[in-house]
């Protein structure tokens, strides 16, 4: 599926006719390359326009669509607590790995796939981090405070989930 649209060079500023979905984007006049991010901003754009008039259907912004993708990866808060960045609260946290995550997809280290057919009323966008040590170093310059050295431990939820209504502890599983 082709969605051509008329994009502007973030680079020299002259618009020219691009293919949205094409895996790399360059620019006729001054061979700059697209951004993902900003194609993916340009395919929101042509997703919103016939919608906005639905009252219902807030304009779609690619800094929230990708911090909605790597929530789903991550648990925010729970990551939140188990790294624990001094002086820093949750919306700031929050705002720091989205932006780390969109140096990533900038940087190739991290994948934004983008739908089959992304004008359906449904798209769905997948994100993919390709190199996790690669984002636990950005991770690391982004959040100097943090002890990296120290081991994190992530409690295990499902086995309190799986508890009786009689409150005895479910039997383990082999």
Same mark, same amino acid.
Not at 6 to 30: F, M, S
Not at 118 to 145: G, N, Q, S
């Given at each position: 599926?082709?969605? $051509?649209? &008329?994009? @502007?060079?973030? %680079?020299? *500023?002259?618009?020219? /006719?691009? &293919?949205?979905?094409?895996?790399?984007?360059?620019?006729?006049?001054? &061979?700059?390359?697209?951004? $993902?991010?900003?194609?993916?901003?340009?395919?929101?754009?042509?997703?919103?326009?016939?919608?906005?008039?639905? $009252?219902? +259907?807030? @304009?779609?912004?690619?800094?929230? !669509?990708?911090?909605?993708?790597?929530?789903?990866?991550?648990?925010?808060? /729970?990551?939140?607590?188990?790294?624990?960045?001094?002086? #820093? &609260?949750?919306?700031?946290?929050?705002? #720091?790995?989205?932006?780390?995550?969109?140096? *990533?997809? %900038?940087?190739?280290?991290?994948? !934004?796939?983008?739908?089959?057919?992304?004008?359906?009323?449904?798209?769905?966008? @997948?994100?993919? +981090?390709?190199? !996790?040590? @690669?984002?636990?170093?950005?991770?690391?310059?982004?959040?100097?405070?943090?002890?990296?050295?120290?081991?994190?431990?992530?409690?295990? #939820?499902?086995?309190?989930?799986?508890?009786?209504? #009689? *409150?005895?502890?479910?039997?383990?599983?082999?």
């Amino acid at each position: 599926m082709d969605i $051509r649209k &008329n994009v @502007r060079c973030p %680079e020299c *500023g002259k618009a020219y /006719e691009a &293919n949205l979905v094409a895996d790399t984007i360059l620019c006729p006049h001054c &061979n700059h390359h697209l951004s $993902r991010v900003d194609q993916v901003s340009a395919l929101l754009d042509e997703w919103y326009y016939p919608r906005r008039w639905y $009252r219902d +259907i807030e @304009r779609p912004r690619v800094r929230l !669509l990708v911090e909605r993708l790597w929530q789903q990866q991550f648990n925010p808060q /729970e990551l939140y607590e188990n790294l624990s960045p001094k002086e #820093t &609260n949750f919306e700031v946290f929050c705002y #720091t790995v989205t932006s780390v995550v969109i140096k *990533g997809i %900038e940087a190739g280290w991290a994948k !934004l796939s983008l739908p089959d057919d992304p004008m359906a009323d449904d798209p769905i966008y @997948r994100l993919e +981090i390709v190199d !996790l040590d @690669r984002f636990t170093a950005e991770m690391e310059k982004a959040m100097p405070d943090v002890n990296w050295d120290e081991d994190i431990e992530v409690v295990d #939820t499902s086995v309190e989930k799986a508890e009786t209504s #009689t *409150g005895e502890p479910a039997s383990p599983q082999p």
